[in-house]
């Protein structure tokens, strides 16, 4: 607030201001901040949680674990039970697989609807191609990458050359390669005892304290640590921060935006082949069925997992504990006697939340 005081001395007029120390003389008006009002926004117990959540975010999806294992626990006690445990692990494998995958992708304010059906396609080449076309089973692993490598390719092709929405390229990849798995499979399963060892590997297991752990939950857990170490360690991983945070000022910086967001779809893919390795160890079986519920389960993992929708932030470990969250809700729901359907209710009520939050999050001063 500026106060002006005047005084006349014959014909001259001098003026005397002075500037008011009040932090709202700087407001809105003026261009400036209304630095009362951000001081009291900062020092409620609301925004210091919000500013705590925005600094931390895998420290939401932590508390949400830690209460929904202590409710389920309370409402079955064979929640605890070793071998209930290790089911949980094995179905996480899956989810948090393909996880980080859909993390990659959301990173860069994108989203990928057809994760579930390039996981299929990889599985059912895997399989078909080991048991039927009589490939050694490495070479089968090997067809199954390359056929991820193509399909995220392809996403990654449609998106930064035609400028196509993520949204909309997906959803109609989505359709492409779960029709291409049907046409490969003629809608038919591979079981288990056709497929070589080698394929089923991933579904042995080794106890843990009396929970058995496959090791395609190890291979997952590879996974973790090698993508968390690269995004948080390499240039490329900060790249694709940057292009998430802000795609124009990322390539004003020198960054290659279309590069980033291709090699992204194509990581992405690689990921997804490996997780249909993991999936073939889990049930024992490549089934062009398999996938139905996995798109949802990713993207509830990635956003419960602290990663922003609109892209730029989150981390690898928070979708971990994202996968967590999911396979404890659908395994405490179906101990707790609730349909599949609630099951499936539950899921996206936690997106809904989850979204919501994460809203709430980014309104943060700073």
């Known amino acids: 607030m500026v106060s002006a005081r005047t005084k006349k001395f014959g014909d001259k007029v001098t003026t005397n201001t002075s500037q008011s120390s009040t ?31 925005h600094r931390y975010p895998a420290l939401s999806p932590g508390i949400v674990l830690v209460v929904a294992v202590i409710v389920f626990g309370v409402i079955s006690p064979r929640f605890f039970l070793a071998n209930n445990l290790s089911l949980i692990t094995q179905q996480v494998a899956v989810v948090g697989t393909l996880a980080i995958a ?13 994760v579930g059906a390039i996981m299929v396609l990889s599985s059912m080449v895997i399989a078909q191609t080991a048991s039927q076309n009589h490939v050694p089973a490495a070479l089968a692993l090997v067809l199954g990458l390359l056929v991820g490598l193509a399909a995220g390719a392809l996403n990654g092709v449609l998106v930064t050359r035609l400028k196509l929405p993520p949204f909309i390229v997906t959803l ?6 779960l029709a291409l798995t049907l046409l490969y499979s003629n809608s038919a399963s591979v079981i288990g005892q056709n497929i070589p060892a080698l394929i089923t590997s991933t579904g042995a297991t080794f106890n843990v304290g009396g929970i058995g752990i496959t090791y395609g939950v190890v291979a997952m857990l590879v996974l973790y640590i090698v993508m968390a170490f690269i995004m948080g360690k390499t240039a490329w991983g900060r790249h694709v921060y940057a292009v998430g945070d802000d795609k124009e000022s990322a390539r004003l910086a020198g960054i290659r935006v279309n590069r980033v967001l291709l090699s992204v779809y194509v990581a992405a893919g690689a990921i997804l082949a490996i997780g249909a ?3 073939i160890g889990r049930a ?9 519920d996995l798109n949802l389960d990713s993207i509830t993992a990635v956003v419960i997992g602290g990663t922003s929708l609109f892209g730029g932030r989150g981390t690898i470990w928070g979708s971990l504990l994202g996968a967590l969250i999911v396979g404890v809700f659908r395994n405490g729901l ?8 609630y099951q499936t209710l539950a899921v996206g009520v936690l997106i809904i939340v989850a979204v919501s939050l994460d809203q709430w999050i980014r309104k943060v001063r700073k």
């Open 23 to 53: 932090p709202a003389a700087a407001g809105p008006e003026g261009g400036g901040v209304d630095l009362a009002t951000e001081f009291l926004d900062r020092s409620t117990p609301l925004s210091r949680i919000r500013n705590l959540l």
């Open 102 to 114: 859909q993390t990659l992708v959301i990173l860069t304010a994108g989203i990928d609807l057809s």
């Open 172 to 177: 109609g990849t989505l359709n492409i390669f």
């Open 277 to 279: 390795w993991i999936q």
């Open 284 to 292: 024992d079986a490549a089934s062009p069925n398999a996938g139905n």
């Open 334 to 341: 179906a101990l707790a006697g609730l349909d599949v359907l």
